[in-house]
């Protein structure tokens, strides 16, 4: 019997060169999703991402009576009249992060929701105490009973919020919970982030009426019901980063199609300060890299800060960079998990606290390596793209979670990426590409 295992088996060297096509953004999907249940006619998004997690949630989505039908791989159409629960305890739910978006979606429209608490990459403590306080401020109550988040009202009224922290997560998840509650609520130190407004945008060409979004203060008037629309989600700010320190890494140069370049400016900022040529047109970046990169500095902030999804991309591109470069990750405390798989391959990063001090090296060398959460598994990827000899990268069911046909489109850019089921895929792999 064939045991499946799942690596990517990278031969390293190829500069990557040519034009790629960014998806939807996976972040801004899985609010979008949850929105689309609170309306009880048609909510068609087009531009979805086809990657696991916004797969897992179609499932959670269709698993408690909404009515899923997939008309293309990136085009869904969703109905939540049909709804016959609130209680969302699929097994695949609880691996992704974004279940919590239910809690909202549900609680505003049905004054009752019960979701599995969420799981997603172990990148460190992502606490849900902020959606709680926007929960209860609502009028509902709202804990945690025997593994599950419980909220329920006998009725939501709008009130006057102040998040003690920037949260993506309880930004949006108070965002669906309010636009279906009775009066005004205005939502103080919210988070900034693209698919904030995304989600905003969705929603209130479903009705509702929400002003604000994209600054720290967002203004709701609560309607009393939701009706269908088609949206199309925003490209996928991290999947564009993604490729263009790809681009960098290889010394290649790649024109990064579909993107909203104001988007990218904290990376594109980064990327010249490290050498490279960033152009920018009205839907595309290019970015081109002639020779070694620059030492740099950075610190992962909220948008429109530099993103902590872009932090181990960043730091294993400086980890071939002249010079010695200080990365800070603020956001998150075990997002540094990838440096110990980084330094089979001949990196030299010593992590303190939150602190990673890099002290470039000429040249990585392939290795074994096992991808820890999503975004380190998409940097490892491309340490591979840069080293000499052949990476092979373990645990990819991570990146698959967030990319969409990576190895294929890395490919159609010249990389010499394939994807192994078992040791005999690795070995034919290697005799192949020699």
């Known amino acids: 019997m064939r045991c499946v295992i799942m690596q990517y088996v990278i031969k390293g060297g190829n500069p990557l ?34 990657v696991r997690d916004t797969n897992v949630l179609l499932e959670a989505i269709e698993d408690i009576g909404a009515r899923v039908r997939r008309i293309d791989p990136h085009t869904v159409c969703i109905n939540g009249s049909a709804i016959s629960t609130v209680r969302v305890n699929n097994d695949f739910i609880k691996r992704i992060r974004a279940s919590y978006y239910l809690l909202g979606a549900l609680l505003g429209k049905y004054k009752r929701a019960e979701v599995s608490l969420p799981g997603g990459c172990n990148i460190g403590s992502r606490p849900i105490d902020q959606h709680l306080k926007g929960f209860r401020a609502l009028g509902a109550r709202a804990d945690v009973e025997y593994g599950m988040v419980v909220a329920d009202a006998l009725h939501l009224a709008g009130n006057h919020i102040y998040l003690d922290m920037v949260s993506v997560g309880a930004t949006i998840n108070i965002m669906l919970a309010a636009v279906l509650a009775e009066g005004n609520t205005i939502l103080e130190n919210a988070a900034k982030e693209p698919h904030i407004v995304d989600v905003a945008n969705l929603l209130n060409s479903m009705g509702a009426n929400i002003k604000g979004a994209g600054t720290d203060v967002i203004r709701i008037r609560g309607v009393q019901r939701l009706h269908g629309t088609t949206y199309s989600i925003i490209p996928d700010q991290i999947e564009a980063g993604t490729f263009m320190f790809a681009a960098a890494m290889t010394r290649g140069d790649v024109t990064v199609k579909n993107v909203i370049p104001r988007h990218l400016e904290a990376i594109s900022a980064k990327l010249k300060e490290m050498g490279c040529e960033v152009i920018e047109f009205d839907d595309a970046v290019r970015v081109v890299c002639k020779s070694r990169l620059h030492y740099t500095h950075v610190k992962t902030l909220p948008y429109p800060g530099f993103p902590t999804d872009m932090q181990p991309q960043i730091s294993v591109a400086l980890s071939l960079a002249e010079g010695t470069s200080m990365v800070t990750e603020s956001i998150f405390e075990n997002r540094f998990k990838y440096v110990d798989e980084l330094a089979r391959m001949g990196a030299n990063v010593k992590v303190e606290s939150n602190v990673a001090v890099i002290s470039g090296v000429n040249r990585l060398t392939g290795a074994d390596v096992s991808a820890p959460d999503l975004r380190a598994g998409a940097a490892l990827v491309l340490a591979g793209l840069a080293a000499d000899g052949y990476t092979v990268v373990d645990e990819t069911k991570y990146i698959l979670r967030g990319y969409e046909r990576f190895d294929e489109k890395l490919r159609l850019l010249g990389a010499c990426i394939y994807q192994a089921e078992d040791e005999r895929d690795v070995r034919r792999f290697k005799l192949e590409a020699v």
């Open 17 to 50: 060169v040519g034009d790629v096509v960014i998806g939807g953004a996976k972040n801004a999907a899985l609010g979008i999703l949850a929105a689309a249940i609170m309306a009880d006619e048609d909510v068609t998004i087009e531009n979805l991402p086809d």
